[in-house]
Each structure stands twice: as C-alpha cells, then as structure tokens.
C-alpha cells in the first residue's frame, strides 16, 4: 500500500492522556513528512483547537490541511476554508428542544465561538473551550439568529443521561443530521453526509490521491468513518470497540505511542 496522506485524530490518538505530543510521535511523523507524506488532522475540534500540535509538527501553509469538527469543515491550515457544512437553524431549534425534554446541558459550535445555552454552564463545556481555543458565550435560545454559522451542536450530561438520550434519538433526526459520540459526556450532531472520513477522503481527492494512498487513525465513535473511508483504518488499542471493529489494524495505545508505532510499520519501515 503506497500511503501519501495520514488523517490523525488528537485526543485519544496524537496526544496521550496528558494531552501531550510526545517526542517519540513527534519524531516518527515529521519523518513521515519528509517522505512526502501529507499529516491531516481530523478532529471534533475547530481549527484554534489544533494549533498548538500543527506548531509542534510544523505543519503550516495553504497546502497542508485540518479536518475539523469532525468533518463539517475543511481547512488549509493558515485558515482558507476549502469545504464547509453548516447545520440550519430548523435543526438547532429541534436539538435545543431535545436538550429540554431530556434535561441535559446544550451548547452550539461555531468557528469563532461557544455559545451555551444553559445559564448553569456545564463543567464540561468550560472544559470544552478551554481544550478548543474557543470563548464561551452564555445565550438564550431566542437570541440565536438565524444567520449564525452553527458547524455543531452538542449535548452535554454525565455519561449516563448521554447513553439514555443516544438511546432515545428518533430515527427521524438521524435522517436529518450526522449524530455521533465523541466523549462519555458529549453527544454532537453535524450537518448530514458528513464525517472525518467522508471529508478527509474528498480532500485526498482534490489533490490527486485515491482512498489506498490513505491511512487514518483514530479511537472514538467519531472515527468510526475514518476506519470506513481510509484505505488502511487503524484503530487504538484504547479505542471502542465499534472502532476496532471497523479497523484494519490495532495499534498501541495513545500512552504507548500508537500513532508512531502504526506510522513506523506502514510507512518508514517499509
């Protein structure tokens, strides 16, 4: 398999539970680049969110790209936007809805902002912006306009009333939007037709690649469509099952450096 261009999820996968890029991961991709081999980072989090692991790997420039909030916008990394798929405001009024019936926390992603909607603020949602690079806005539901790019939208709750609400979506709403779980606590619903690996697969298209000259990495229920699309799928050893599942290879665990190990046997030791 002739691999070109490597799609990389962050948390859970590039960064150890430290949330740290280590120098052995480090290493092993920056040789990957010097192969020729494209880094594309696919991930829940807006392009802010990634900066500091595009700096540490010296991926700059309009031809190197980030897959961000999973996979409802395409982006060079010094910010031009290639592909983006916003959610309507039809769609926001109904998941805020949801949010009401079942009791659990609401908030909407765009490329400048969080904007939470609940004035008792989740602690998981300030998490969330601390982690993403984002501020945080505190709106009522009526004073969202329709004209606001909304990328996501998110619940937010303690692992169990996220499983209860996941359980309890109606098919109807998954025929409108693309809704995943990308954390215990966190249920994420996107513009519909769109995933990372829809999306990273495109990109590989626009610059000549087909889907064999892809491997994508990555862990949670939001890499499930990296592990579909990408010509080599390589699951984390710390990933769910549904992951695995759909995995070609499962690699080392993100406090192991699976990401360096998976890079290593498909694309330097060759």
Known sequence: MDIKMIGIDIDGT????????????EKVIKAAMRKGVKIVICTGRPLAGTQQYLNQLGITGRDNYVVGFNGAI???????????????????LT?????????????????NAIYALNRDI???????????HLPLKYRTPEEIKPDLS???TMWISEP?????????IPQSLKDRMYIV??????LEAMHKGVSKGQ?????????????????????????????KYAGLGVGMANGIEDVKRNADFITKNNNENGVAYAIKKFVLDK
């Open 14 to 25: 590039l960064v150890n539970d430290k949330k740290q890029l280590t120098p052995v991961t």
């Open 74 to 92: 395409a982006q060079s990394t010094d910010g031009e936007i290639i592909d983006d798929y916003r959610l309507s405001y039809d769609n926001f």
């Open 95 to 111: 998941n805020e809805m949801i949010s009401r019936k079942f009791g659990v926390n609401f908030q909407i992603e765009t490329p």
């Open 122 to 132: 989740s602690k998981y949602t300030v998490y969330e912006a601390r982690l993403v």
């Open 150 to 152: 909304i990328s996501k």
């Open 160 to 168: 169990d009333k996220i499983t209860n609400l996941k359980k309890h």
């Open 181 to 186: 779980q990308t954390e215990p606590v966190f």
């Open 199 to 227: 999306t990273l697969i495109k990109l590989a298209s626009q610059i000549g690649l087909k889907p064999e000259n892809v491997m994508a990495m990555g862990d949670q229920g939001n890499d499930v469509s990296l592990m």
